[in-house]
């Protein structure tokens, strides 16, 4: 499922952030998903998490959130 969700992102032009494992613990990987709740331009489909990657809607949100995270 989560596959099939990543590939849907890609298609659709979204941004890919890559998150090294190291920093993919559950309570960060919560905090990441609660910044982008509050930081990204649009509502909360605008952004994915899947595995270790976030995909992202706007360019301008995923630049901010690799230099945040």
């Known amino acids: 499922e989560q596959q099939k969700l990543m590939e849907q992102c890609?298609?659709?032009g979204y941004?890919?952030?890559v998150i090294s494992p190291?920093?993919?613990?559950?309570?960060?990987?919560?905090?990441m998903i609660e910044w982008c709740k509050e930081?990204?331009?649009k509502d909360f489909?605008?952004?994915v998490a899947a595995y270790g990657f976030f995909?992202?809607?706007?360019?301008?949100d995923a630049e901010f959130f690799a230099l945040v995270w």
Do not use: H, L
């Open 22 to 31: 190291d920093q993919m613990s559950t309570s960060n990987r919560n905090e």
């Open 55 to 60: 995909f992202f809607e706007s360019k301008s």
């Open 45 to 47: 489909s605008s952004f």
């Open 10 to 12: 890609v298609e659709k």
């Open 15 to 17: 941004t890919k952030v």
């Open 39 to 41: 930081n990204c331009e």
